[in-house]
């Protein structure tokens, strides 16, 4: 690897563009992401992101931080299963945040809410504000994975709980056959009929093999300073849900 370049799904880009890059993807699929997200999973993204809240566990009067959260789904999750509560979706794409906004406010779900447009490496949000920190298929876009998560644990407080779900690593042969098929043929193909962006597709899906596996992840994840830090596999390793705490 080139000094001062990263990952851009399989292509070497500048480490200072791939954050413009990421974003154009985003405001290209923004108003069908959540369509996609449907369509290209099967639904199943839904039940992952139940899991997620389960093992959060939310409790009443918490505040979360959804980094990454800009459709809002994560954090409404969030709301109905504390009650009083408070959500800060933070999003480095403003098209996504006006989309999530946008649906909030046709279902008349305000309370409690703030919309934040924000990068995960650079969090507006000051040390040790919130109890939870979620992040769903968005750590595999930031630049810096290693300053995204010294960035979470900061704005953390003593006790804070630190969960990331994201697409990871197929373990059966067979299985991973399939899924590389549907990736690489089938998921770009819904990207230009559904979303009009067929690269943006190929991108996600050559993203995913580009992030770390589930136990390097959670090396990272000790390194930046969070602890007791444990994963769990998804649907045969198609996702992982890490857990950490801040101590």
Known sequence: MAEGE???GYRRVKAEDKGRLVRAVFDSVAPRYDLMNDLMSAG???LWKA?????LAPRRGQVLLDVAGGTGDIAQRFLARAGEAQAVICDVNQSMLVQ?????IDAGRLAGIAWV???AERLPVADGAVDAYTIAFGLRN?????AALA???RVLKPGGRFLCLEFSRVEMPVLRQVYDLYSFTVLPVLGHVVAGDREAYQYLAESIRRFPPPAELAQMMEAAGLEQVRFRKLTSGIAAL???WRL
């Open 6 to 8: 990263t990952d851009f």
């Open 44 to 46: 199943i993204h839904r």
């Open 51 to 55: 899991e997620l809240i389960d093992w």
């Open 100 to 104: 999530g906004r946008n649906r909030a």
């Open 117 to 119: 447009c924000g990068d």
């Open 142 to 146: 930031v630049t810096n994975i290693a």
């Open 151 to 153: 960035e979470a644990r």
């Open 242 to 244: 890490h857990s950490g």
